[in-house]
């Protein structure tokens, strides 16, 4: 569905990107893993139109997406949700959902997803007139996501969704990701958290200084990478550490 073939990105002189080759059949969810400053953000920003890469190339669906400006590409049914989730504060819940349809005219069609979000995420159907920034950090998660799924994407792009959440709401919002994907979405999920994130990707890709070190199931993965090492040591610290191997 979606394929990275070689791409290479840089800000002006520093080189983010040297040859990235990634694939995500439709249905999958594909984990991309690394290291603060591997490139990871970089990649997702590239498929999103929002970096142009300076070699290689993007298809989804079997289509070019080179020079297509991030709107088209939110067109073409990719919806991300950016690091930091981005949310707007002063709007209200229902007002961000809105603005996560833009590309909609079917004001039938939206009013039905607008419901949908309220079942899918009961908290945000409580709080539709409530202005989003007085949702907590999960609460305000989960809202960007469900206004990435009020464009109806075929593939659903998460980047560090776990960021910054306390334990509890981290697995909220992985148990979030491995339902949409059983309910058929194709998601690419870039996380920090190793461990949380191959209990639940069918694949991962591990990047490190801008180029793909490894890929493969979660077991080929934890295999042969020292995942704790990927971690930077902070993630296991603060877990009490030691949860890396054997963990089922
Ligand atoms: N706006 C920017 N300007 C200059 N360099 C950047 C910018 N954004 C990221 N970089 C650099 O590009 C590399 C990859 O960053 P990024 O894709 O954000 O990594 P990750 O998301 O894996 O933490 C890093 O070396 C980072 O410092
Ligand atoms: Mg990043």
Not at 43 to 63: C, D, N, Q, W
Not at 226 to 239: I, P
């Amino acid at each position: 569905m979606l394929e990275l073939k070689d791409v290479h990105a840089q800000y002006g002189a520093i080189v983010a990107l040297r040859g990235v080759s990634i694939h995500v059949a439709e249905g999958d969810l594909v984990g991309l893993l690394g290291a603060n400053g591997a490139g990871k953000t970089t990649t997702l920003l590239t498929i999103a139109g929002v970096i142009k890469p300076s070699r290689g190339e993007i298809t989804f669906r079997g289509v070019s997406l080179a020079g297509l400006p991030p709107e088209m590409i939110v067109r073409k049914g990719i919806a991300m949700v950016p690091e930091g989730r981005e949310i707007f504060p002063t709007l209200t819940v229902q007002q961000n959902l809105r603005l996560g349809a833009f590309i909609r005219r079917n004001r039938v069609e939206y009013r039905h997803d607008l419901e949908e979000m309220g079942e899918l995420f009961p908290i945000l159907g409580e709080r539709m007139h409530q202005s989003a920034g007085t949702l907590s950090g999960g609460e305000q998660q989960q809202l960007a996501i469900a206004r990435a799924l009020m464009s109806r994407p075929r593939l659903l792009i998460l980047d560090e969704p776990s960021l910054g959440l306390a334990p509890r709401l981290v697995d909220q919002v992985f148990r979030l990701i491995a339902r949409l994907r059983r309910e058929g979405m194709t998601i690419l999920l870039v996380e920090q958290n190793v461990i949380q994130t191959l209990r639940i990707v069918d694949r991962a890709y591990l990047i490190s200084m801008g180029q793909v070190e490894m890929s493969g199931t979660p077991e080929e993965l934890k295999r042969h990478v020292d995942m704790e090492s990927v971690y930077l040591g902070a993630t296991v610290a603060a877990r009490g550490g030691g949860q890396g191997r054997g963990a089922p």
